[in-house]
């Protein structure tokens, strides 16, 4: 368990999601809404995670009609009834990619990313961490959800920060945490737990995908890649 934020600086924080202003967590991600805790379905929370309906953040990646150029995605949580929907939206090409992990959807992503460059091998596309990339592991985030109503009724969910009496400043921290995350999640070998026994809405193709990638998903929840 570590501390990440001060009571004044988390209210805030509060205030400002409420208004409905993006929140910068680093230089490549902005909080967009915390969503609800949906607590009575097991698949919508595991140890590491939780995952809100609703949580909505934007992500900069390369365009996929340009891989030369950087673009913010949107990074959303639906209501999928058993399973939660992961859903990534791209900008430029108005292209929606959904499945039922973090991953599968930002793995598609790359994978389109990497169709549009020239030369392209199927070897050139490696694993992607999804939860990274939909910003779950942040601290600030993590705190954030941690205190959202029926959190402490997410029974297989592990809490992993408290209230720090002085302030902090969770962006100067953030930054540094991501410049080394595109060069460290490939060396990384990731393993998401909450990825066992997750069904796909996708073709066998796509399941098979998704299952490659649970083996390559495990994130340092204390300081993000």
């Not at 999601?17 to 379905?41: A, M």
Request: hydrophobic share 25%; net charge negative; with cysteine.
């Amino acid at each position: 368990i570590k501390s990440c934020c001060s009571e004044k600086n988390y209210s805030n924080l509060i205030m400002k999601i409420n208004n409905k202003e993006p929140i910068k967590i680093c230089t490549k991600i902005n909080l967009i809404s915390l969503g609800e805790i949906v607590y009575d379905r097991p698949n919508y929370h595991s140890k590491n995670y939780i995952y809100p309906v609703g949580y909505q953040c934007e992500r900069e990646y390369n365009s996929i009609n340009n891989p030369n150029e950087l673009v913010m995605y949107k990074c959303s949580v639906l209501d999928g009834g058993e399973f939660p929907i992961f859903r990534v939206e791209s900008p430029d090409s108005a292209k929606v990619f959904e499945g039922n992990s973090p991953s599968f959807p930002w793995r598609e992503v790359r994978i389109a990313v990497e169709k549009s460059r020239k030369n392209y091998k199927e070897s050139d596309v490696v694993g992607i961490s999804g939860p990274l990339y939909f910003g779950f592991p942040y601290d600030i985030i993590t705190y954030m959800i941690e205190r959202l109503p029926n959190a402490k009724r997410c029974i297989n969910y592990e809490f992993k920060t408290i209230i720090q009496k002085a302030a902090s400043n969770h962006l100067k921290e953030d930054k540094e945490d991501d410049e080394e995350e595109e060069e460290e999640e490939e060396e990384e070998e990731i393993e998401e737990d909450e990825e066992k026994g997750m069904k796909s809405h996708h073709s066998s193709k796509a399941q098979q995908l998704n299952k490659d990638e649970s083996n390559n998903e495990d994130i340092d929840l204390k300081q993000p890649l």
